[in-house]
């Protein structure tokens, strides 16, 4: 089966450093997603984006967040002055359309320390 | 707007025995609703959905799920639960409006012991 691939899997950080984190999406897929996961909380969705533009942000999708699509295959989410409270497993997700059987295929998460 | 609930923390079941996740849903217009499950240090793996059709719906590893459009549940069976089941278990509701993004539960652990 196709896979959403995230790298790198750890990253640690200082407070008030960038970070990039780098996904690649299965190949035909159209669709692009990130979210979060606090250690022991539930998934956040942070952001969707489609035809290279953000479709719809969370609350917790600030300015010190962004994204973009720079070259057709990778998808990044940059954060650029991290915060101790963006300390979480960050996942990115794609799915190729918006037909009630495409499902939402899982990177297997980049986990995001900030010091 | 969309939101599922499940009730309970962590699940523990002796291996061998049936097991059940509960979750429940709120959502305007026709649910759409997944279960994904996540290893230690894994991503979310997709294990079953139900867009229509079927009120019980298989899916992967012998998992099955039951949508009860009176009681809004949609809760997650297996028939006799692996040791190797035990992971972490994720209900989620496509929210059908905008970009049709999931939106998850909380996570029920699910423990089963051999």
């Known amino acids: 089966e196709p896979e959403v691939t995230q790298t790198p899997s750890h990253q640690v950080t200082q407070m008030g450093q960038e970070v990039i984190l780098r996904c690649v999406p299965i190949?035909?897929?159209?669709?692009f997603y990130w979210y979060r996961q606090i250690l022991g909380q539930k998934v956040e969705f942070l952001v969707s984006f489609y035809n290279n533009e953000i479709s719809e942000k969370s609350e917790i999708f600030d300015d010190q967040f962004s994204v973009e699509r720079p070259d057709g295959s990778n998808f990044t989410l940059k954060i650029r002055s991290t915060k101790l409270e963006d300390s979480a497993m960050y996942f990115c997700a794609s799915r190729a359309g918006q037909g009630r059987n495409e499902k939402l295929f899982f990177g297997s998460g980049t986990q995001l320390s900030v010091l | 707007a969309q939101s599922v609930a499940q009730p309970e923390d962590q699940v523990n079941v002796a291996e061998g025995n049936p097991l059940t996740v509960k979750c429940t849903y709120s959502v305007s217009g026709n649910p759409y609703l997944f279960w994904y499950v996540q290893y230690p240090n894994r991503g979310l793996q997709f294990l079953l959905k139900y867009i229509t059709g079927d009120n019980l719906v298989k899916g992967s590893y012998g998992f099955e799920a039951e949508f009860n459009k009176s009681q809004t549940s949609f809760h997650l069976k297996k028939p006799s639960a692996l040791v190797s089941d035990s992971a972490l278990y994720f209900c989620?509701?496509?929210?059908?409006?905008?970009?049709?993004?999931?939106?998850f539960g909380t996570g029920t652990r699910l423990l089963v012991s051999p």
């Open positions: 989620a509701v496509r929210d059908n409006t905008g970009f049709q993004k999931l939106v």
């Open positions: 190949s035909n897929h159209l669709y």
